[in-house]
């Protein structure tokens, strides 16, 4: 639901709030699709969603470990902070698992996106009218975007996610060492410090929060251009055609000129309440994962 709200405020061109916007807040949104498309309108292109999250997950995780492998391997970057290791392997796997995946992305915006009456009826539907609309190319509008935004996400995502990892051990071997008066070395006590799961619940959280806010503005770019030809119900405000948006720069230029700065920002509280969690999940269960497959072949 979080997600459809975000798209909803992403894609709507007049200000939040202004004179002729449907949505005016968060919770004014929530209330509003409730009322017109009832509580199904909250999951609208959920199943797109999971077709998109399921190989991208696979193939971002996959290509991590493989990246994190070749890096290990490499001399010139054994010596780089394990930090900015983890920003370029979560970089690398963000930017391969979006191009295997890229198109069922697209759909599921555009599914969330239409609203009442429908637009699109299914996935199939949707591919097809935008490709006899846009071409095949039209299922990879916006993927510039898409990658410029991916790529310093996943990259903080990981990378913050490692530092932030590292300073919560650190406060752990601090703790344990002024209960046992000692220096701050866990093989001083005789115990080995670790991170419970939710310490890496916590620093998942933080790392999702940090990547999602600073790419924030280009997610918003990319969703205009992934509906630039929707012929959504005018009740639900200005269209953005096929043509609105030349390209990023275009659209850059067009939203801060016609909304404002703040229009850059459109839905990032439920981003934020939405990527969060969403991140803390994810990385946390991925190590668990990994945890018991490396028990298993112990």
């Known amino acids: 639901p979080l997600d459809v709200v975000k798209i909803r405020l992403q894609v709507q061109l007049e200000p939040v709030g202004g004179a002729g916007a449907k949505y005016k807040s968060m919770a004014g949104t929530v209330a509003t699709i409730l009322k017109e498309e009832g509580v199904v309108g909250l999951w609208r ?28 391997a490499t001399p010139t970057i054994q010596d780089w902070d394990p930090s900015a290791r983890a920003f370029l392997s979560g970089a690398a796997a963000g930017a391969t698992a979006t191009l295997t995946s890229y198109p069922l992305d697209l759909i599921r ?32 509008a916006g993927l510039t975007p898409t990658l410029l935004e991916i790529i ?28 046992s008066h000692l220096s701050p070395s866990g093989a001083l006590t005789g115990r080995i410090v670790s991170l419970s799961s939710g310490d890496k619940f916590a620093c998942g959280f933080a790392a999702g929060s940090v990547a999602k806010a600073v790419v924030h503005p280009l997610d918003v770019v990319k969703k205009r251009l992934q509906i630039a030809g929707l012929a959504r119900n005018p009740a639900y405000g200005k269209v953005v055609g096929v043509h ?17 700065t703040r229009g850059l920002f459109k839905g990032l509280t439920p981003n934020l309440l939405k990527a969060a969690p969403s991140s803390a999940i994810t990385l946390a269960v991925y190590e668990f994962i990994i945890g018991l497959i490396s028990e298993g072949h112990g």
């Open 244 to 260: 609105t948006y030349t390209g990023l720069i275009d659209a850059f230029k067009k939203i801060i000129k016609t909304e404002g």
């Open 152 to 179: 310093p996400h996943s990259g903080f995502q990981f990378g913050a996610y490692d530092l932030f990892k590292r300073i919560a051990l650190w406060g752990r071997e601090m703790e344990q060492a002024n209960e």
């Open 45 to 72: 292109g959920t199943l797109p969603a999971v077709m998109f999250w399921m190989p991208y997950t696979a193939v971002q995780f996959t290509t991590l470990g493989q990246v994190n492998k070749m890096l290990a």
């Open 109 to 140: 915006t555009n599914i969330a996106a239409q609203g009442e009456p429908k637009v699109y009826h299914s996935m199939a539907g949707c591919a097809s009218s935008i490709v006899r609309q846009r071409g095949i190319r039209g299922l990879y």
